[in-house]
């Protein structure tokens, strides 16, 4: 049977449920309030994955090019999307007391990662997390052209997937209220850039191609690409705006599968989220998830009935009124 292209997001007008579950955890299991703080062995794990992607870059130096881009897809979208959890736990600034060593902690990370964004990145995913499901200030939504090209089809979404760094760049314009160049924006640029063009003169071109492979497929067309699907698509039967990751990757990519636990409790760093749903089993053992990144991703680019349309916003777009 056919199915029909949707035109249009889904809309509620109900409260974000991350403003409302935290306070009744909390009632119940004052402890989690124990769980909130700073990490700042996490700073060892990003040395380390940042060694290691470099590593796998100098080792790569004399394959073929399409050797890389297997080494690539096998390893390096791996280490990538780690690093992008990393990224992600610098912009709640869960490393250190000051948000300076934080945004610095979220640039090293950065470097090995081939495209300049954790600083844009920690800019407009706090205003993710305070304004779900709002055009204006959620730059996680896909823009209404993105949705309308993409669609329902499994070209429009595998190519969507593939392209999904540059796509989440071009929503940029549309985040009015946030800085979108100044002094922390442009070293951001200068170190990321800087390491590229490193690594072009001082491994090669194969090295090259072995960075830019490797954030492209962490974020994209690569089963770790379902998470961007996991966390606020609707993908169940139940009307829900998140949902968590319980199965194996969370154990290198740290947790990040969490996803209701940390919009519920965003000052909890990742070590300490799987301690937020034992706490909170209550409330996220009745919801749904899902077990397999490999099977949503695959059921997401199939099934015709998940689109990129498939999003909760909270209120409709109007064009503003005409002025006398």
Same mark, same amino acid.
């Given at each position: 049977?056919?199915?029909?292209?949707?035109?249009?997001?889904?809309?509620?007008?109900?409260?974000?449920?991350?403003?409302?579950?935290?306070?009744?955890?909390?009632?119940?299991?004052?402890?989690?309030?124990?769980?909130?703080?700073? %990490?700042?062995?996490?700073?060892?794990?990003?040395?380390?994955?940042?060694?290691?992607?470099?590593?796998?870059?100098?080792?790569?130096?004399?394959?073929?090019?399409?050797?890389?881009?297997?080494?690539?897809?096998?390893?390096?979208?791996?280490?990538?999307?780690?690093?992008?959890?990393?990224?992600?736990?610098?912009?709640?600034?869960?490393?250190?007391?000051?948000?300076?060593? /934080?945004?610095?902690?979220?640039?090293?990370?950065?470097?090995?990662?081939?495209?300049?964004?954790?600083?844009?990145?920690?800019?407009?995913?706090?205003?993710?997390?305070?304004?779900?499901?709002?055009?204006?200030?959620?730059?996680?939504?896909?823009?209404?052209?993105?949705?309308?090209?993409?669609? /329902?089809?499994?070209?429009?979404?595998?190519?969507?997937?593939?392209?999904?760094?540059?796509?989440?760049?071009?929503?940029?314009?549309?985040?009015?209220?946030?800085?979108?160049?100044?002094?922390?924006?442009?070293?951001?640029?200068?170190?990321?850039?800087?390491?590229?063009?490193?690594?072009?003169?001082?491994?090669?071109?194969?090295?090259?191609?072995?960075?830019?492979?490797?954030?492209?497929?962490?974020?994209?067309?690569?089963?770790?690409?379902?998470?961007?699907?996991?966390?606020?698509?609707?993908?169940? %039967?139940?009307?829900?705006?998140?949902?968590?990751?319980?199965?194996?990757? /969370?154990?290198?990519?740290?947790?990040?599968?969490?996803?209701?636990?940390?919009?519920?409790?965003?000052?909890?760093?990742? %070590?300490?989220?799987?301690?937020?749903?034992?706490?909170?089993?209550?409330?996220?053992?009745?919801?749904?998830?899902?077990?397999?990144?490999?099977?949503?991703?695959?059921?997401?680019?199939?099934?015709?009935?998940?689109?990129?349309?498939?999003?909760?916003?909270?209120?409709?777009?109007?064009?503003?009124?005409?002025?006398?």
């Amino acid at each position: 049977m056919k199915t029909a292209k949707r035109h249009d997001f889904y809309y509620t007008e109900e409260k974000d449920i991350h403003f409302i579950r935290p306070i009744e955890i909390i009632k119940e299991h004052p402890e989690v309030r124990e769980y909130i703080g700073k %990490n700042p062995y996490t700073f060892v794990v990003v040395t380390g994955l940042v060694a290691l992607q470099f590593s796998m870059a100098y080792m790569v130096r004399h394959l073929p090019w399409w050797g890389s881009l297997i080494v690539a897809y096998i390893v390096g979208a791996f280490l990538v999307h780690a690093l992008f959890v990393m990224v992600h736990e610098c912009s709640h600034n869960l490393l250190f007391q000051r948000k300076q060593a /934080n945004t610095l902690a979220g640039i090293f990370a950065n470097a090995a990662m081939f495209f300049p964004s954790s600083v844009s990145f920690q800019r407009y995913h706090l205003k993710h997390h305070a304004h779900q499901g709002i055009h204006e200030f959620d730059m996680d939504l896909p823009s209404n052209n993105e949705a309308k090209v993409a669609n /329902n089809t499994f070209i429009g979404k595998a190519i969507w997937l593939l392209l999904y760094p540059i796509v989440q760049t071009l929503r940029l314009p549309r985040m009015k209220e946030i800085k979108h160049v100044d002094k922390w924006v442009l070293l951001n640029f200068v170190v990321v850039v800087g390491v590229d063009v490193a690594i072009w003169f001082l491994l090669g071109p194969i090295s090259f191609i072995y960075i830019c492979a490797s954030l492209f497929f962490s974020v994209g067309l690569h089963p770790l690409g379902a998470r961007w699907v996991q966390e606020h698509f609707l993908t169940t %039967n139940e009307v829900q705006e998140t949902h968590s990751y319980y199965g194996p990757l /969370n154990t290198i990519a740290f947790n990040v599968g969490y996803h209701n636990e940390h919009h519920d409790f965003p000052s909890v760093p990742w %070590n300490k989220l799987p301690k937020v749903k034992k706490a909170g089993e209550k409330w996220y053992n009745g919801i749904a998830s899902h077990k397999s990144w490999t099977l949503l991703w695959l059921r997401f680019l199939f099934d015709r009935n998940i689109s990129v349309y498939s999003r909760m916003l909270r209120k409709k777009q109007e064009k503003p009124a005409k002025t006398k």
